[in-house]
């Protein structure tokens, strides 16, 4: 397993955020299993809406509104953001 921890900001306020995934290998033991959705939900402190966190098949971080959010006005694919990737830890 593999930890790759992050830094997201929030689409809102733009608050930093950090926090962690646990990759799993596949059967085959050499490639990330990043089919099923690495998300994470955050709530922001400043300005307490939810968001979501997520890693794509090539490593990057990116956090967007929940569908929430679509009551408000707000689409998520109008608030993407970028995040970073802090550390990699093999266990």
Known sequence: ?????YRAYCPF??????GE???TYRKDGKRFNLR????????????GKNFLVEVDSLGNIIS??????????IFPWERIVDG???K???K
């Open 84 to 86: 970073k990737k802090i």
């Open 36 to 47: 099923k959705r690495n998300t994470n939900l955050h709530t922001c402190r400043k300005c």
């Open 21 to 23: 995934f646990k990759l």
């Open 64 to 73: 967007y509104p929940t569908k929430e959010a679509i009551k408000e006005g």
């Open 1 to 5: 397993m593999v930890k790759l921890k």
């Open 88 to 90: 990699v830890a093999a």
């Open 13 to 18: 306020c733009m608050e930093e955020h950090l």
